[in-house]
């Protein structure tokens, strides 16, 4: 298992390529939009453009997570990110985790660059398991999970305070026995009666 290996991962609305230190700039603009920042929560430092410059700089030097940039194939402008990390090499596990910012958004960008990486991990990486935590709130994140074959686990209760009010969190994964069966459209797959 290699995360050293930067891919390009090819879709048909979006393109996952590795970062560079100029991504820094549009990345800047979308950790920075208010969905983000509110589904995001709070980072684990003050971000600043040259904090993102250094962090997007450094993501290809990276052997123990894979971070890519989502794109429009269109133009190449920079939509967002999706990451595998917190890797675990003895449970051949990871958490998952995007953003996508407002240009992104709506038009399946976010399901799609979901189905590549983490089609990746799974087929390339050899991946066993891949899980994620998402805001019980963050509706839209959640759906694309779903779409793209995790399975609720459970619910972390009151795990945050977000605007005054307690927040829970999803706890959903995929396994790779799952995925062999969905490749990332669970609900595609017709069970023979």
């Not at 779903?146 to 995929?174: H, Y």
Request: hydrophobic content about 40%; some cysteine.
């Amino acid at each position: 298992m290699d995360f050293s290996v930067k891919p390009v991962l090819t879709g048909d609305r979006t393109v996952l390529r590795p970062f560079t230190e100029a991504d820094a700039a549009p990345m800047w603009e979308i950790v920075n939009d208010p969905e983000v920042r509110r589904f995001t929560g709070s980072p684990p430092r003050e971000l600043t453009p040259e904090v993102l410059r250094d962090w997007y700089g450094s993501r290809g030097a990276q052997p123990d997570r894979l971070d890519l940039a989502v794109t429009d194939p269109a133009d190449g402008a920079v939509l967002g990110e999706v990451v595998l990390h917190d890797w675990e090499p003895v449970n051949r596990s990871c958490t998952f985790r995007t953003l996508i910012g407002a240009r992104g958004r709506g038009r399946g960008i976010g399901t799609e660059a979901t189905r590549l990486i983490v089609g990746h991990g799974f087929t390339e990486l050899g991946l066993h398991r891949i899980q994620l935590d998402a805001y019980a709130d963050n509706h839209r994140a959640l759906r694309v999970y779903e779409k793209a074959g995790f399975v609720r686990e459970g619910v972390r209760r009151e795990v945050e305070r977000r605007d005054g009010v307690w927040a829970d969190e999803v706890l959903m994964a995929v396994l790779a026995h799952e995925w062999a069966v969905h490749r990332g459209h669970p609900g595609a797959v017709v069970t023979a009666r």
